[in-house]
């Protein structure tokens, strides 16, 4: 990726249409593809966003965004060399090292179209697209970037009801804008993450029934949200957010900004009072704990509290005692003689 650009300057006259970037590793493919990493190592974070910056330098400097793909350990040159080989291999794959696979030399790159376990639907539609690049700037992923400009949920209700109403202006309609932002929104968001569920949901003939639908009684409403039945539904001391929450992503841009929300709603008070309150307004997140837990360590005034160090307080020694009571305290304390009665006790 460093030296993409150095060699586009150089090859003079040439104006690539496409870049494709391969890899060999399902579990880093992934990452590319998804923008997030699941691990903690310091070093594969700091490489992601390396990447991901220079991506943007060469679409910001050359119009072209790289295609991330998946190549098969077989078929790619460069472990050939990595991995260690004999000199009598290396010079019968010497047309292989120096050109690469035969199918490269095409018109049209037939990339690998095998299982990739390793990879969620959406990622497996585009690893296998021939459109890669029009996926990754199409419809959905532009949302997804505008969203993480947003730090706050409230900002961009706003923001979306004012474009909105300038629309409905325009045509002339009535409708409350505001709302119908937080419906967009959401299912906007739904459509991302829930494709398959929502599909099923839709059409469910001839399908066996999803287990996140099983298990949560998924259902959609009349506003096209995917909503929970949950165990609550029959009680009469809930309202009807509460009872059939809509669901959300745990990781989804839109649902990290309504945490942020409802925490600040709620004082920073901490997780379980995020929690209660993020049930209380009628959302529900697959493993929210967790979900929550993830999204306050970024809460600055979370972070601030939490940071101070509890000093313990100087107490200082008790005082040495002096059991050599004076002669007037002596005689304070001298046998008292009372009666009780005609019973004389001292």
């Avoid at 957010?241 to 745990?250: M, N, T």
């Avoid at 002096?322 to 003689?337: A, G, L, N, Q």
């Amino acid at each position: 990726m460093k030296c993409l650009p150095t060699i586009l300057r150089n090859f003079g006259g040439f104006n690539p249409s496409e870049i494709h970037v391969a890899t060999d590793s399902q579990v880093v493919l992934s990452w590319l593809i998804s923008g997030t990493i699941a691990s903690k190592n310091l070093f594969a974070q700091n490489r992601l966003k390396d990447i991901q910056q220079m991506s943007v330098e060469l679409e910001a400097t050359l119009s072209l965004h790289p295609s991330f793909r998946y190549i098969p350990t077989a078929e790619n040159p460069a472990d050939l060399i990595t991995r260690g080989t004999t000199l009598e291999r290396f010079k019968t794959c010497f047309q292989f090292w120096c050109y690469g696979p035969g199918w490269l030399n095409g018109g049209t790159t037939p990339w690998a179209t095998q299982d990739l376990p390793c990879l969620n639907k959406r990622s497996q539609g585009i690893a296998r697209a021939s459109w890669n690049a029009a996926i990754l700037h199409g419809e959905e992923p532009p949302t997804v970037l505008l969203l993480k400009t947003f730090t706050s949920f409230n900002k961009l209700l706003r923001v979306l009801s004012l474009v909105l109403k300038f629309i409905n202006r325009l045509c002339r309609l009535e409708v409350d804008s505001e709302k119908l932002a937080a419906v967009l929104l959401m299912r906007t968001m739904q459509r991302q993450v829930y494709a398959e569920e929502l599909d099923f949901l839709l059409d469910p003939s001839g399908q066996s029934v999803l287990g996140l639908v099983r298990d949560l009684d998924l259902f959609i409403n009349d506003e096209g949200l995917i909503r929970s039945g949950g165990r609550i539904g029959r009680s009469l001391h809930f309202s009807r957010e509460v009872k059939h929450p809509i669901l959300f992503a745990k990781s989804h841009p839109i649902t990290k900004l309504i945490i942020m929300d409802v925490h600040a709603r709620c004082q920073d008070l901490g997780i379980a009072s995020t929690l209660a309150e993020l049930r209380r307004c009628g959302y529900w997140v697959p493993k929210d704990r967790q979900a929550v837990k993830t999204i306050l360590t970024s809460c600055a005034l979370c972070r601030r509290y939490n940071a101070r160090q509890v000093l313990p307080s100087n107490v200082d020694n008790l005082p040495v005692l002096d059991w050599k009571f004076p002669s007037s305290i002596r005689e304070w304390i001298s046998p008292v003689t009372f009666g009780l009665g005609k019973v004389v006790r001292r």
